[in-house]
Structure formats: structure tokens, C-alpha cells
């Protein structure tokens, strides 16, 4: 009956039990996260990028779980809820090193025991996005967990849906704008994705929240977005196509390509 803050993780990173072997790892990973869920709580698993890759099934994980990956690195190189990203870092009053972590994922401060009361409540939808590189779709991404692109890499196309309401977008290309769409189907070439193959230098994303919503939340949400360039540091968040307060009404810089979007409702 205890409250939690976060969801309850299970440490795995223990060299004597890699003879075990990736399934049965994953398989003693699983029970001790359903076992943690019987007791309405949520759970996930933290482990080192190395763990991941070859000791466990991430994508199984993933799917089911909160992830927690530790790597200490200049970017994260699977998806995750939190990414532990050093061991070495410095706080005011501490004088030691201690370790850091980047949240990607709020909601996971949202993780205390579920009252009855608050079951069926209408939550904040999610926003799906995923983009094309190089000919290659890369895969989906909810929300803020991770970022979609590659760095260095230009995008030439993006696919967004949203989880309930309403959601069209557009690109920005050499060329202009091209039409806005609101589906979210790669074989469909008129309204699944947005671009037409050609390297995109800006975007825009627009948001209609349901009634429902409005009055759940007691507010009406918009589509908060940002780009980077190619290799460098993302221009200012965006909000649906607004002007105001110092907006473009779109994310980007014409004339720069873009390698990466982060989107979520807000």
C-alpha cells in the first residue's frame, strides 16, 4: 500500500549471471516486473547498453516495461524512459561524483499506486511520429521517450497520428510547402506522411483536442515541437502554428535541412 514515485526497477548487470543466456534472463526480468504489476505498481528494468543488446531481449522489454538504460555516452543509443547518462557528475554541497540521468519520459513520475477513483479518467493523448532517412523509415517514436532522425542525416519524410483528437502537419522543402496531411500510412503516398522524398527544412504540426479532453484536463492542448538542423543544436519549441511570443508558426530555418523532431502534446 505504499505510494511510489516512480516505477520499481529490477538491476540487471551482474556478470556471473550472463551464463545464463538471453532468454532466461529476460524471462527472470519479466517475473519480477508482473510479479511488481499483481500489486498495481509499475515496473521496469534498468541495465547498461552492453545488457541490452546481448543479455536481454530489449524489444520484448520494451513493449511491457518502463527502461532504464544506462550508458555513458553523448547520446542514447536505444530508446528509454531514462537514460543514465554519466557517472561523474558534480553537485552543489556533494563532493563527489555521482550519477546523472535525462528523464525522456514525465509520465514516469506518475507511478503511484492507482486509486479507485482515478480509474477510467481520461488521460492526455499521446503523439506518435516516425520519419524516412536515406530511403529508410526509422522506427516510431511516442511522445518524448526519444527524438526521430538520425544526427547527420537529413529527413526527407514524417508520419504523425496521435492517440485521440486530431493532428495535420506539413513540410517545408527547397520547393515551398508542400500540402498538409492527417493520416498516417507509408504506402499511402497522398495523405499518409508528409514530404515527397526531398530534404525537409521545416515542419508544421497542428492539434485539435476532443471536447472530452477539454473538459477532463480543463484546458485545450497543442502540438509542442521542435527541429534541429543537421549536426546542430534544436532551434526553440514551437506551438501548433502560433506567431506569437517570438514563433515562426512552423520549426525550422529554411534553407537547413533537418536531422531530428521531438513532438509532444501539451
Known sequence: NKSLDMPIYYDLEDNSQTK????????????????????????????????????????????????????????????????????????????????????????????????????????????????????????????????????????????????????WYQVHTKSGWLPKVSGYDIDDLENGYAGNGSKIDAIRVYYTTPQSIVESLNKYLVAKYKVSAISKEYFDWQHDDQTSNGQDGYAGLFGNNIDRVLLVLE
Do not use: H, M
Open 20 to 167: 545464463l543466456g538471453k532468454a532466461k534472463l529476460t524471462e527472470i526480468a519479466e517475473r519480477f516486473c508482473e510479479t511488481i504489476k499483481k500489486s498495481n505498481y509499475r515496473a521496469g528494468v534498468y541495465a547498461n547498453l552492453n545488457w541490452f543488446n546481448n543479455y536481454l531481449d530489449y524489444d520484448k522489454l520494451k513493449k511491457k516495461y518502463s527502461i532504464w538504460l544506462a550508458q555513458y555516452n553523448s547520446v542514447n543509443e536505444l530508446n528509454c524512459d531514462i537514460w543514465q547518462n554519466s557517472s561523474t557528475g558534480r553537485v552543489s554541497g556533494y563532493g563527489k561524483n555521482i550519477d546523472t540521468n535525462i528523464i525522456f519520459n514525465e509520465s514516469v513520475f506518475n507511478s503511484k499506486k492507482e486509486d479507485d477513483k482515478d480509474k477510467g479518467k481520461i488521460t492526455k493523448p499521446d503523439i506518435f511520429y516516425r520519419v524516412r532517412c536515406d530511403g529508410v523509415w526509422l522506427p516510431e517514436v511516442k511522445n518524448l521517450e526519444d527524438y526521430a532522425g538520425l544526427k547527420g542525416k537529413a529527413i526527407t519524410d514524417i508520419a504523425i497520428k496521435v492517440s485521440a483528437g486530431k493532428v
